[in-house]
C-alpha cells in the first residue's frame, strides 16, 4: 500500500478539516487553540515525531502514522481519528510527508525489528531491579506514577513537558511488551525520553518492558486528563457530527 506524497491534494482537504484545528494550517502546531494544551500539538514541520518503530532520529513509516492517527493518544489532545476512512488516512500521511524537507532528503524508514523472548515472564524481577539502576525513577518516580524529583524540570520544544504515568492504561504508545519495548529502544524524540538500545542489552530492555507491563496493577481507575478533555471540547466544537 502507498502512502507517498502522490495523494497530497486530497490529503490536504482531510488534514484541512480534522487536523489544522490543533496543528495549525501550514501545520506547525501554531493553531488558535493550541495555548490551550499543556502539551502542545506536534509541529509537523519539523519532522520530528516521537512515536515511531525506527531508530532515534529517523522518520517515522507510514504505519506509526497511520498507528498515531487511527488510535490517538491517550492522555493526550490527539484524539483517535478512527472516523477516518482507510483512504483518507493514506491521503492524510501522504500530505503530512510534504510539510517537512526531511522526508524528501532522508532516506525511507526501516522499522527495528521486535522479537518478543520466549523467556519474557521469567524477566519481570530484573526488570524491577533495572528500572531502578537506569534512572527510571528519577522522572517517572518511584513507582512509575510520573512523579520523580526531575519531573517538573522536563522541556520539550522549549515548553515544559510531563514524564509519563506509567500506572495509567492505555499508555499513548500502546500497552503491550512490543509497544513498551520499541519506546524504550527508539525513544521519544524529541523529548527528554532516550533511545536505550544503546545503553542496554537487548534482554535488559524486555526486562524494562515487561516490568512497566506490571505497573499497571497500581493505577487507580483512570480519568480524563486536561488535555485530553480540551481535545475533546476542541474536537466537539469544529467536529459537531461526531459522537464519541
Known amino acids: 500500500v502507498c502512502f507517498g506524497a ?14 489544522a484545528v490543533c496543528h495549525g494550517v501550514t501545520g506547525d502546531g501554531q493553531s488558535l487553540e493550541a495555548p490551550r494544551f499543556f502539551t502542545r500539538p506536534a509541529d509537523l514541520t519539523r519532522g ?5 518503530s525506527t531508530p532515534s532520529g529517523s522518520l517515522p513509516t507510514a504505519q506509526d502514522l497511520e498507528r498515531t492517527i487511527r488510535r490517538g493518544l491517550p492522555g493526550s489532545g490527539m484524539t ?17 510527508k510534504t510539510l517537512s524537507p526531511r522526508w524528501a532528503k532522508s532516506p525511507p524508514p526501516t522499522p527495528i525489528s521486535i522479537v518478543r523472548p520466549a523467556n519474557i515472564e521469567s524477566l519481570i524481577a530484573k526488570g524491577a531491579d533495572l528500572f531502578k539502576k537506569a534512572g527510571c525513577p528519577e522522572c517517572h518516580g518511584a ?18 513537558t510531563r514524564p509519563a504515568d ?23 524524540d524529541g523529548t527528554p525520553m ?23 496493577a497500581l493505577g487507580a481507575q483512570p480519568v480524563l486528563t486536561d488535555d485530553e478533555r480540551i481535545g475533546r471540547e476542541v474536537e466537539a466544537m469544529h467536529q459537531p457530527g461526531r459522537r464519541r
Open 143 to 160: 513507582s512509575g506514577r510520573g512523579d520523580g524529583p526531575s519531573a517538573g524540570t522536563l522541556t520539550s520544544g522549549g515548553r515544559p
Open 80 to 96: 483517535a481519528q478512527d472516523h477516518l476512512s482507510d483512504v483518507q488516512i493514506r491521503e492524510v500521511i501522504g500530505y503530512l
Open 166 to 188: 506509567l500506572t495509567r492504561r492505555p499508555l499513548k504508545g500502546g500497552d503491550q511488551p512490543e509497544d513498551i519495548y520499541r519506546a524504550l529502544a527508539v525513544g521519544l
Open 48 to 52: 520530528i515525531f516521537k512515536f515511531r
Open 194 to 216: 532516550p533511545s536505550y538500545r544503546d545503553a542496554l542489552e537487548e534482554e535488559d530492555i524486555w526486562a524494562l518492558a515487561v516490568y512497566v507491563t506490571r505497573l499497571a
Open 6 to 19: 502522490e495523494s497530497a491534494p486530497r490529503g490536504k482537504a482531510t488534514f484541512d478539516a480534522h487536523c
